[in-house]
């Protein structure tokens, strides 16, 4: 089994920064892809972002393209999520998924998945 742990979310008036970070625990050599989703308060959950085992592989939601990039160190067991330029509508709880057994946008398809960080962003 692997454990995911979310860190780094908080309160930032629009316009600011937060990097998000997911570390890893467990039987960590096992992972591959990892990536976020987001659940704003009355919205269903959506993908935000992937990345595959060696970094070379990503995928954006359109809303968060140019603004956000994700990275990992596997060296650290850590993935992390900057998230530049942000809107009131970030706002949501923030949640670190890895090893999807089919689409990377179907949040039930993944193997392990975090307890999620809350983002807010004042406007």
């Known amino acids: 089994q692997v454990q995911l742990v979310e860190s780094g979310g908080g309160l930032v008036q629009a316009g600011g920064s937060l990097r998000l970070s997911c570390a890893a625990s467990?039987?960590?050599?096992?992972?591959?892809?990892m990536g976020w989703f987001r659940q704003a308060p009355g919205k269903e959950r959506e993908f935000v972002v992937s990345?595959?085992?060696?970094?070379?592989?990503?995928a954006y939601a359109d809303s968060v393209k140019g603004r956000f990039t994700i990275s990992r160190d596997n060296a650290k067991n850590t993935g992390y999520l900057q998230m530049n330029s942000l809107k009131p509508e970030d706002t949501a709880v923030y949640y670190c998924?890895?090893?999807?057994?089919?689409?990377?946008?179907?949040?039930?398809?993944?193997?392990?998945r975090g307890q999620g960080t809350q983002v807010t962003v004042s406007s």
């Open positions: 467990g039987r960590t050599k096992s992972l591959l892809s």
């Open positions: 990345i595959g085992w060696s970094g070379g592989s990503t």
């Open positions: 998924v890895a090893n999807p057994r089919g689409l990377v946008g179907d949040y039930g398809r993944y193997t392990y």
